[in-house]
């Protein structure tokens, strides 16, 4: 009788091991093994929950051929998981019924566990966490065992909890498929990062304080032990011209600029207006000719709603901010109009204004930085939509598929990190509707506005930069990092490509991919032609692209976007969150007094800077960009293009590095070490 050896590991999860009654058959072209009970005790089979977390599992056979069988899951209840070997194949590579079948059926229950659910007209499609149900006893691939909820529409769940300044969907927060939630360590450090900061605020009586601050230089005593060189750099130079101009370029938001070949004609700027500025040697239309003016335009708050603070009225703008690239290759700001209707009451701010005048213009520029880059830049583009990415790989691509292997490491915790802010900041009295001008309705018109006027070029860094026309504006360190890692996942996606697609045929064949491709562009696009994006994918360049972009945007583009949120907003001025008087219709009125009565009040501020810091701090059980310490792949092509892949990011982040160091305000985002796999926070 032949005797195989079974190498069972388990994760290095907290209360990752279990008690539970574990056995192992072993099924092969010839029938069945019986069942082994797996029942020596060790750290896998050791007290700690419910709950097994199996790593994978090693089965060398009579020959000593090794057979790797990739799991990766949490196993709750009584169920049956089955495992192919490691050896990734498209549903192309597979003719045996019984492994067809086994695809089919596992893609069945992955479907009938992750629904998709309808968030708010205009959306993307999220996560339905009700489907989260207990699996029947004897079904096969089921993941848990969880106790159905109320439907998520109900509120009655949301509700204030005594120490937080709003209101929790608490019911979302208490089921959790176990495959996708955060692990203990991730959550016992996120609360760990929020308590001290809010207890601090608390004790201070800073978060329940109403009413304006009493002067700028109060605003610094909030963060007194949670300074950061770049926090300390905003506040030193915040309202400076050349710092405002900087951000555009490296701030948390660098996404905004589009250089002009003419001016529009809702920004009627004239050259007497700017001329001083640009100096005697050249005008407006010369420097529009050279390339040298650019334009940040937010129409897409000129129809937000607006709310409601502490009992007041609040305010927004949709400003037109017209700026110069001077020839010592510093973004100046040239102009600055509060609307997207010129008239007598839209007057166009310059910097020869008086300065209380100009850094009010500023300052709403600011807040409209802060409610696009939030809303859009953020949590649309990089949380909402790769949740949807997510869903789509979990849906369509099996544990088999080349796709899947590539892209599941870049959707960890995403699902986990969209329901929390679904639950504490987007619900009906939640953050958003708590700190921001606009609140959750203005959230919402936003957002679906947003995904409307989304394109695949807007997806695609080099196509985004080329579009906006700025690939020539010096020391853009956000384009300049960008693009090497775009690069470096090109070249790895690549080749991960190339050896599971060898032809256009490959691509076109394979059912499960194109499933895939066109329920991102339904669920995630709402299968909107213009946007640009794929509803089929036809050629593995197509795939590539596509794959580059994905991983990019769950990575990268996150990072860049999310990352500084404390380091550019601890100074609330130059992040405010909220207005309270309306945009100025005449110069000349601005005081530092009017200037404290039109920024948020105390407790608004802290609550907004309190979210800031928890974002920005990315908890424990971190996997830093082109981390796999779950072998998906077993081969070893792929797992050559891992390691040159590493290989690339880590001479990125040495170039980074060496550069920084000349910079006054190092650049650091980018840097791969400091960029989670997933969007996870």
Partial sequence: MAVYRVRVTTGPY???????????????????????????????????????????????????????????????????????????????QDSLPLLLDHRKRELQARQECYCWKVYAPGFPGIVDISSFEEMESDKKFA????????????????????????????????????????????????????????????????????????????????FWCHKTFTSEYVTEHWCEDHFFGYQYLNGINPVML??????????????????????????????????????????????????????????????????????QGTLMPLAI?????????????????????????????????????????????????????????????????????????????????????????????????????????????????????????????????????????????????????????????????????????SVQQDSELQAWVGEIFGQAFLGRESSGFPRQLCTPKELVKFLTAIIFNCSAQHAAVNSGQHDFGAWMPNAPSSMRQPPPQTKGTTTLKSYLETLPEVNITCNNLLLFWVVSQEPKDQRPLGTYPDQHFTEEAPQRSIAAFQSRLAQISRDIRERNQGLALPYTYLDPPLIENSVSI
């Fill in 14 to 92: 907290l209360r990752a091991g279990t008690l539970d009654n574990i056995s192992v058959t072993l099924v092969g072209l010839c029938g069945e093994s019986p069942k082994q009970l797996l029942d020596r005790m060790g750290r896998d089979f050791a007290p700690g929950s419910d709950s097994w977390y199996c790593s994978h599992i090693c089965v060398t056979g009579p020959d000593g051929t090794l057979f790797h069988f990739p799991c990766y899951q949490w196993i709750e209840g009584y169920c049956t998981i089955e495992l192919r070997p490691g050896t990734a194949r498209t549903i192309c």
């Fill in 337 to 505: 109009q509060l609307s997207q209707t010129p008239g007598p009451d839209s007057p166009i701010f310059l910097p020869t204004d008086s300065d209380w005048d100009w850094l009010l213009a500023k300052t709403w520029v600011r807040n409209s930085e802060f409610l696009v880059h939030e809303h859009n830049t953020h949590f649309l583009c990089t949380h909402l939509l790769c949740e949807a990415f997510a869903m789509a790989t979990l849906r369509q691509l099996p544990l088999c598929h080349p796709i899947y292997k590539l892209l599941l490491p870049h959707t960890r915790y995403t699902l986990q990190v969209n329901t929390i802010a679904r639950a504490t900041l987007l619900n009906p009295e939640g953050l958003v509707d708590k700190v921001t001008s606009i609140g959750r309705q203005g959230l919402l018109y936003l957002m679906s506005t947003g995904l409307a006027h989304f394109t695949y070029t807007n997806f695609c860094l080099p196509d985004s930069l080329q579009a906006r026309g700025v690939l020539a504006i010096p020391n853009y360190h956000y384009r300049d990092d960008g693009l090497k890692i775009w690069a470096a996942i090109e070249s790895f996606v690549s080749e991960i490509v190339g050896y599971y697609y060898p032809s256009d045929a």
């Fill in 258 to 327: 589009h250089r002009l070949s003419s001016l529009p004609s809702k920004l009627p700027v004239t050259n007497d207006m700017v001329g001083p500025l640009l100096g005697p040697d050249t005008c407006l239309q010369t420097e529009l000719q050279r390339g040298n003016i650019f334009l940040a335009d937010y129409w897409i708050l000129a129809e937000a709603p607006v709310h409601c603070l502490n009992g007041r009225q609040q305010y927004v703008a949709a400003p037109l901010c017209l700026l110069w690239l001077n020839p």
């Fill in 143 to 222: 993941l848990t065992k969880t106790t159905r909820h109320a439907d998520q529409d109900d509120n009655s769940g949301n509700r204030y909890l005594p120490g937080f300044p709003m209101k929790i969907d608490i019911p979302s927060l208490l089921h959790m498929e176990p495959n996708i939630r955060y692990s203990a360590t991730k959550t016992t450090s996120l609360i760990f990062n929020a308590i001290p900061v809010s207890l601090g605020m608390k004790l201070r009586g800073l978060i329940d304080r109403k009413g304006s601050w009493k002067k700028l230089d109060d605003i610094r005593n909030i």
